[in-house]
């Protein structure tokens, strides 16, 4: 008998909903760490997002009869844990609900720090005065990507949540950026405008590190 393809929503579906322990395994093994980031930050604690996740696979058991596939199964399962995520985190006084982002995405905000360009008046006004640090050219220990990536995720973890929660699914998840604006409510307008700052800072982040002298 031909393995089944999980990677197709409708297969999932059907042996989900036929209590196939295979396909739920996949389900577990493919999603629990993303589920988990998301849910992180809305909570105050490892334990209360780990809390969140088990809920959410417990609703995504029950529920999967009554799931109409309007979204992607992915999309559909993340917005449980947002939702779960977003409930007990007000019970914690931290969670920000989901038409606030667009708000986020509205406010002003500058995506690089303004010192970093020439002041009106010098020469070279509006130019770089502190320039990005060419990456490509970084030594190879600096470029470790371990190293590098516990930079990204602790720099991720300092952002407002709007933008933590784009920059998490678009480039740590891989996801799409419909896939993100169905997932969140964002406008396309909003999400682009999320991830740019959210990228920006992690890049200032990463520009810091970099600018470190290798030990």
């Given at each position: ?28 093994t ?7 980031r ?71 905000e ?23 640090v ?82």
């Open positions: 008998m031909a393995a089944l393809d999980y990677s197709d929503d409708d297969v999932l579906v059907a042996a989900l909903r036929a209590r196939d322990e295979d396909a739920f395994a996949w389900l577990l493919r999603y629990t760490g993303s589920l988990r998301l849910a992180r930050a809305h909570v105050s604690s490892d334990a209360a997002a780990d809390e969140v996740v088990s809920e959410a696979w417990l609703a995504v058991i029950t529920g999967i009869g009554r799931f109409e596939q309007r979204s992607s199964l992915k999309t559909w399962i993340h917005r449980i844990v947002l939702n779960l995520a977003r409930t007990k985190g007000t019970r914690e006084h931290r969670s920000v609900p989901f038409s606030s982002l667009g708000s986020e995405a509205d406010a002003a500058a995506a690089v720090d303004p010192d970093r360009f020439r002041p009106a008046g010098a020469p070279g006004a509006g130019s770089w005065a502190s320039p990005p060419p990456w490509d050219e970084e030594p190879e220990t600096s470029l470790s990507a371990a190293e590098t990536l516990d930079v990204v995720r602790r720099a991720i973890a300092t952002l407002p949540p709007g933008q933590q929660m784009v920059i998490t699914l678009r480039d740590l998840e891989g996801w799409r950026a419909d896939d993100v604006c169905n997932a969140l409510d964002l406008s396309e307008t909003n999400q682009r405008v999320l991830l740019h700052r959210a990228r920006a800072k992690v890049r200032t982040a990463l520009e810091r590190h970099f600018e470190e002298p290798v030990r």
